[in-house]
Every structure is written in structure tokens, then in C-alpha cells.
């Protein structure tokens, strides 16, 4: 089972950039998915989820306005839009696959993850 992230970059403050995640090996499509990162020094941080159905979705406080994460169920693939990018989001981003059909800001509940993507956001 692989979650394959893609869409890793350099971009200027205020740009844009779309991270996918691919999965393989697994149907995600009942499973709910988030996005963390982990910034350099820091600790991994919840970044955004969404349900198994993309009806609910969820985002830490700093990215709310400016992530949006979507899901496409029959490609087995969910997606992070970023938008106003600032140098502060400049970190390593995971996808994960819940063990329940929501997301969850908990690290643990989560059973399948990505080998992390390098965004890097210059000032």
C-alpha cells in the first residue's frame, strides 16, 4: 500500500501550489484523509482533513482561508490546494489515511502515510 504525494516546490510568498496524493495498493474511498507537515524544529502539525464522502472537511487555524483540501474518490486521490502561501508554511507535507471514515487533527489515528512532499515558500 503506497499514498504517493506529489506537487513538492519552490514558490514566492503569495503563491499558489496544489500538493495530490495518490494512493495505490488500498481503495481509500470509505477512509477519511488529512494533510500534516512538519516544519523545520517543529513538531508535525495537523494540516487539514476531509470525511470519506468530502462532505466535511476540517483545517488548523493558521490555513483556514488559504488550503482547501478536495478529494476525488474514483481516483483514489486528495488533493491540497494552497493559496497566499507564506514563508511560515515552508515545511515537509504528509498525507495520511484515517482508520475512520472522518479525519481527525490526531496524529494516531492514522494508519497509512506518505513519504512527505518539500514545500518551501521563499520571502
Known amino acids: 500500500v503506497q499514498l504517493q504525494a506529489s506537487g513538492r516546490g519552490l514558490v514566492q510568498a503569495g503563491g499558489s501550489l496544489r500538493l495530490s496524493c495518490a494512493a495505490s495498493g488500498r481503495i481509500f474511498s470509505n477512509n477519511g484523509m488529512g494533510w500534516f507537515r512538519r516544519a523545520p524544529g517543529k513538531e508535525r502539525e495537523f494540516v487539514a482533513g476531509?470525511?470519506?464522502?468530502?462532505?466535511?472537511?476540517s483545517y488548523v487555524d493558521s490555513v483556514k482561508g488559504r488550503f482547501n483540501i478536495s478529494r476525488d474518490r474514483a481516483k483514489n486521490t486528495v488533493y491540497l490546494q494552497m493559496s497566499s502561501l507564506k514563508p511560515e508554511d515552508t515545511a515537509v507535507y504528509y498525507c495520511?489515511?484515517?482508520?475512520?471514515?472522518?479525519?481527525?487533527?490526531?496524529?494516531?489515528?492514522?494508519?497509512?502515510w506518505g513519504q512527505g512532499t518539500l514545500v518551501t515558500v521563499s520571502s
Open positions: 476531509i470525511s470519506w464522502n468530502g462532505a466535511s472537511t
Open positions: 495520511a489515511a484515517s482508520r475512520k471514515s472522518y479525519s481527525s487533527p490526531d496524529d494516531s489515528g492514522y494508519f497509512y
